[in-house]
């Protein structure tokens, strides 16, 4: 087994001294890793899941990077920050790769320079356990691991809330998941909280603004993956849990206005929303397999979502502006489970539905072994008329964080730029895929490929168009992180999107590694200007 890595520093000396209280429970924190429930299984093992490129690294305020090869080009003035887990703390007991602390990682661009910058999102859990010196918020995914750990733990965590340690009501959340910018704002997201704004300062620091709830209309999470039109700015998004209603949708408008809830009660069971896809006349939502059970998580262990086996996933297709759930409509896909959509549109004057997205064919794999997933492409069509559902895989390869132009989002789009799992969470390389070759034959339908090279490791890519009017779909370039684990070095690489091998067009060297994480986005300089 891999050693664990030296622990972060902490961003600043405790304002305080621990009170008695504070001690108290510590030490029962430290009982209950040591003796009741120490990390047994690997999948919440610091030593393990904290090693090597995923160990945590400490904020670095702007830094100037080197372009070692090409050039960056003058359409990418603007900043591509990218979202993920990294503690605050190290962990004293079991922890799960997605109990980290949000850290975003935001190289800005401007005139062919580059400037690196990463920071905490300021949550009030960061903020909180900083001034504190120590954890004190318990880890969700990995905390209450069968009956007497979750006891012990939940009396421990309740008599922090007494003694006024922290306040849940004032968030819980990590926004360790993706990026959204929409309603005029930049948003920080993680499913168990609300937003966070946070904005790009013109020397290319990151700055949280705080937590978000659209003028008291939002009172506890939502997605970290809303959904948001190019044509028309608006988001639309849902918020899920263990409680019902399992599911609510709503949206929000340009001006940043959310509108009244939707509530879903054909969801009978609380189930794992990651992620919703749009056309321009509906929102689609996956009914699968992967469900939450915290009752069974709290007195049998193990991972706090879990496996129904027997049953049958569905899509759930419901108007964009529908006010109730009357109007949505479910579809039965069996053996369906995405977790991430790439994109979904209609044909047919608008009869049909085609949904693309990575079907998770381990399925039961989801959280404990990550490492057995495999993700297989798929292109669903939906025939509204007669409630047909037809699927086919659109390449056997094992990907997943796929992305496309955004322009194209809602609309029918023709490439795909999707990462490949070597195994998950690791990531080798990145293909492009055609998915118009589906509708010809029933091919593979990767057109390019590059892979980084033997111990080199990237993140999701994300794609920026040239902004050329009457520019084609793919005319444009794909960016992410690299991590090379041999010389433990990190670059950023901009790739030509339209190249048979996605040649690098430029490639910047940063000052310090960056962890392995979740999802980014880019933004441009005139929307950075205006945050």
Same mark, same amino acid.
């Given at each position: 087994m891999?050693?664990?890595?030296?622990?972060p520093?902490?961003?600043q000396?405790?304002?305080?001294?621990?009170?008695?209280?504070?001690n108290?429970?510590?030490?029962f924190?430290?009982f209950?890793?040591?003796?009741?429930d120490p990390?047994?299984?690997?999948y919440?093992d610091?030593?393990y899941?904290?090693?090597?490129n995923?160990?945590p690294?400490d904020e670095l305020?702007?830094?100037e990077?080197?372009?070692?090869?090409?050039?960056l080009?003058?359409?990418l003035d603007?900043?591509y920050?990218?979202n993920?887990?990294?503690?605050?703390?190290l962990?004293?007991?079991p922890?799960h790769l997605?109990d980290?602390?949000g850290?975003?990682?935001?190289i800005?661009i401007?005139q062919g320079?580059a400037?690196?910058?990463?920071?905490f999102?300021?949550?009030y859990?960061?903020n909180?356990e900083?001034?504190?010196?120590f954890? #004190? /918020?318990?880890?969700? $995914?990995?905390?209450f691991? *069968? &009956?007497i750990?979750s006891?012990?733990?939940? +009396?421990i965590t309740?008599?922090r #809330? /007494?003694?006024?340690? $922290?306040?849940?009501?004032? *968030? &819980?959340?990590?926004a360790?998941t993706?990026? +959204?910018?929409?309603?005029?704002?930049?948003?920080?997201?993680g499913e168990?909280?609300?937003?966070?704004?946070?904005?790009?300062t013109?020397d290319?620091?990151?700055?949280?603004?705080g937590r978000?709830?659209f003028n008291g209309k939002?009172?506890?999470?939502?997605?970290?993956?809303p959904?948001?039109?190019?044509d028309?700015n608006?988001?639309?998004?849902?918020r899920?849990?263990?409680f019902?209603?399992?599911?609510?949708?709503?949206?929000?408008?340009p001006?940043?206005?959310k509108?009244?809830?939707?509530?879903i009660?054909?969801?009978?069971?609380p189930t794992?929303?990651?992620?919703?896809?749009?056309?321009k006349?509906?929102?689609?939502?996956s009914d699968?397999?992967?469900?939450?059970?915290?009752i069974k998580?709290?007195?049998?262990?193990g991972?706090?979502?879990?496996?129904?086996?027997?049953?049958?996933?569905?899509?759930?297709v419901i108007?964009r502006y529908?006010?109730g759930?009357s109007?949505?409509r479910?579809f039965?896909?069996?053996?369906?489970?995405?977790?991430h959509a790439?994109n979904?549109?209609?044909?047919?004057g608008?009869d049909t539905?085609?949904?693309i997205?990575?079907?998770?064919l381990?399925v039961?794999?989801?959280?404990?072994?990550?490492?057995m997933i495999?993700?297989?492409?798929?292109?669903?069509k939906?025939?509204l008329?007669?409630?047909?559902?037809s699927?086919?895989p659109?390449s056997?390869?094992?990907?997943?964080?796929?992305?496309?132009?955004p322009?194209?989002?809602?609309k029918k789009?023709?490439?795909v730029?999707?990462?490949i799992?070597?195994?998950?969470?690791?990531?080798?390389?990145i293909v492009?895929?055609?998915?118009?070759?589906?509708e010809?034959?029933?091919?593979?339908?990767i057109?390019?490929?590059?892979?980084?090279?033997?111990?080199?490791?990237c993140?999701?890519?994300?794609f920026v168009a040239?902004n050329?009017?009457?520019?084609?779909?793919?005319?444009?370039y794909?960016?992410l992180?690299v991590?090379n684990?041999k010389t433990?070095?990190?670059?950023?690489?901009?790739?030509?999107?339209?190249?048979?091998?996605l040649?690098?067009?430029?490639?910047?060297?940063?000052?310090r590694r960056?962890?392995?994480?979740?999802?980014g986005?880019f933004?441009?300089e005139s929307?950075?200007?205006?945050?």
């Amino acid at each position: 087994m891999m050693s664990i890595p030296s622990p972060p520093k902490r961003a600043q000396i405790p304002s305080r001294k621990p009170s008695l209280p504070s001690n108290i429970f510590n030490a029962f924190d430290d009982f209950v890793n040591t003796y009741i429930d120490p990390p047994r299984k690997s999948y919440v093992d610091p030593k393990y899941v904290l090693s090597n490129n995923f160990a945590p690294v400490d904020e670095l305020p702007p830094t100037e990077c080197e372009v070692v090869e090409g050039s960056l080009p003058p359409c990418l003035d603007g900043a591509y920050i990218r979202n993920g887990p990294n503690p605050q703390y190290l962990p004293r007991g079991p922890y799960h790769l997605f109990d980290g602390d949000g850290m975003l990682h935001s190289i800005k661009i401007s005139q062919g320079k580059a400037t690196f910058c990463s920071r905490f999102v300021k949550t009030y859990k960061y903020n909180i356990e900083n001034e504190a010196g120590f954890q #004190i /918020i318990p880890n969700v $995914f990995s905390g209450f691991n *069968g &009956i007497i750990p979750s006891v012990t733990r939940g +009396a421990i965590t309740l008599a922090r #809330i /007494i003694t006024r340690q $922290f306040n849940p009501a004032d *968030g &819980i959340g990590l926004a360790n998941t993706s990026l +959204a910018l929409f309603g005029g704002k930049l948003f920080a997201l993680g499913e168990s909280d609300l937003p966070y704004a946070v904005k790009i300062t013109s020397d290319g620091d990151i700055i949280t603004l705080g937590r978000h709830n659209f003028n008291g209309k939002l009172v506890w999470g939502m997605t970290a993956h809303p959904k948001i039109d190019p044509d028309t700015n608006e988001a639309f998004a849902y918020r899920y849990g263990p409680f019902p209603p399992f599911l609510i949708y709503f949206r929000v408008d340009p001006n940043g206005i959310k509108t009244a809830d939707v509530p879903i009660f054909s969801i009978k069971r609380p189930t794992l929303f990651h992620d919703i896809a749009i056309t321009k006349k509906y929102a689609i939502f996956s009914d699968i397999q992967i469900g939450m059970n915290p009752i069974k998580f709290i007195l049998a262990g193990g991972s706090p979502v879990g496996i129904n086996s027997r049953k049958i996933s569905r899509l759930g297709v419901i108007p964009r502006y529908a006010k109730g759930e009357s109007e949505m409509r479910w579809f039965d896909v069996p053996g369906f489970n995405n977790l991430h959509a790439i994109n979904a549109w209609e044909e047919d004057g608008g009869d049909t539905i085609v949904l693309i997205a990575p079907n998770i064919l381990s399925v039961e794999h989801t959280l404990e072994r990550m490492d057995m997933i495999h993700g297989c492409v798929e292109k669903v069509k939906i025939n509204l008329n007669s409630g047909v559902v037809s699927r086919h895989p659109i390449s056997t390869r094992n990907l997943d964080f796929g992305v496309i132009n955004p322009t194209y989002v809602g609309k029918k789009n023709k490439y795909v730029y999707a990462a490949i799992g070597y195994p998950p969470p690791k990531l080798s390389g990145i293909v492009k895929l055609d998915v118009s070759i589906a509708e010809v034959d029933r091919r593979d339908c990767i057109v390019a490929c590059r892979t980084f090279g033997e111990g080199c490791f990237c993140g999701e890519p994300f794609f920026v168009a040239k902004n050329n009017l009457g520019a084609n779909e793919d005319d444009g370039y794909v960016m992410l992180y690299v991590h090379n684990e041999k010389t433990e070095e990190s670059n950023f690489l901009v790739m030509d999107a339209t190249s048979p091998n996605l040649d690098i067009v430029a490639n910047v060297k940063l000052p310090r590694r960056v962890p392995y994480g979740f999802h980014g986005i880019f933004v441009r300089e005139s929307d950075l200007n205006m945050l």
